[in-house]
């Protein structure tokens, strides 16, 4: 019996050594196998959020699997940027979020949150380009105007946005750089509460990708569309900033997705391949284009890479120069 044990053993290693030399191994499941949990940097309602349930709605279809949007907002993103850091790196819990990522050291410098530390690029997902809206009692008939007013009238008008870091937050700050125009920021917890103040003449202008409970009441008007080159098609009779002269001004609410570090490349390919089916499918560019969302001109991780770190660059500068860090 002892024999016949040895024997068997040897038999046994034997084949387990033939498995390893001929890939004969348990193969891995494809992924993935069950639902995607999405981080969602943002409340519900917001562009983020709805940027990304747009597209992973298509997502989920080429996956196979359910994608679960969980909302958590807060802290410049740095809650949803510990979740998903904290999380395992298989692709079952990832992070959408906007431009507030590229801001966090400047804005955030206590933070223990690293992007580049602790996260995975996967893919830009859709930016949503911002209209300059006034209060229609600040002077100035056109832009010219307007910028002639602001100048001469340094440091006394006001813009709003839901906090520091947001798109609204940073496409002002860009335009005092890139105009020469000092502005005082009013930082807000929502952007309901900052609209109401544009409403009632106590801010003099916001930055908006959508109108929400502006739509009617008479008392804004829009100035020019954050996009360089062609118009955006939600406010087509509106100007670029570029076309009124300030060359090369952009800032959009641009989305993005990640997983944690050490994600393994495959699954950012996946996801990109599933993202890329998603924008070419004309029901989800129809849905895209009724909010005013606009397809991203590049996807996948290595264009977020390199684009993650000109943002953070471009916009710690402009934020250190305009000392709207205060």
């Known amino acids: 019996m002892a024999r016949l044990s040895r024997s068997l053993s040897r038999i046994f290693a034997v084949v387990a050594a033939v498995a390893l030399t001929t890939g004969l191994q348990p193969a891995q499941a494809a992924y993935p196998e069950r639902t995607i949990t999405i981080v969602c940097a943002s409340g519900a309602g917001g562009a983020v959020d709805v940027t990304t349930r747009i597209i992973t709605d298509h997502m989920s279809k080429t996956l196979g699997q359910n994608i679960v949007v969980q909302n958590e907002p807060g802290a410049g993103g740095t ?45 830009v997902i859709g930016a949503t380009p911002m209209v300059l809206m006034m209060h229609k009692d600040v002077p100035g008939a056109d832009y010219a105007s307007f910028l002639a007013y602001t100048k001469s009238h340094s440091g006394e008008l006001t813009f709003a946005s839901n906090g520091r870091g947001s798109a609204g937050h940073l496409a002002g700050s860009l335009f005092k750089k890139m105009a020469g125009v000092d502005l005082r920021y009013i930082p807000y917890r929502t952007t309901p509460q900052a609209t109401a103040d ?129």
């Open 79 to 123: 809650l949803a940027i510990n979740t998903v850091a904290k999380a395992a790196p298989d692709g079952y819990t990832l992070l959408t979020i906007g431009p507030t990522v590229s801001t966090l050291a400047e804005l955030f410098p206590n933070t223990k949150v690293d992007v580049i530390r602790d996260l995975q690029p996967v893919s």
């Open 198 to 326: 544009l409403i009632g003449g106590r801010i003099s202008m916001i930055w908006l990708s959508s109108l929400g409970n502006l739509a009617g009441t008479g008392a804004v008007r829009p100035v020019a569309v954050t996009l360089t080159g062609e118009r955006w098609n939600q406010f087509p009779d509106v100007p670029t900033f570029d076309e009124l002269g300030l060359k090369g001004y952009e800032a959009t609410t641009w989305v993005s997705m990640y997983g944690p570090k050490s994600a393994p490349k495959e699954i950012a390919e996946r996801l990109t391949a599933a993202l890329n089916a998603a924008l070419a499918d004309p029901a989800v560019q129809k849905r895209l284009d009724q909010v005013g969302i606009v397809k991203p001109r590049t996807t996948g991780p290595a264009f977020l890479e390199k684009y993650l770190k000109d943002e953070i660059e471009k916009w710690n500068d402009i934020l250190r120069t305009t000392k709207d860090t205060d």
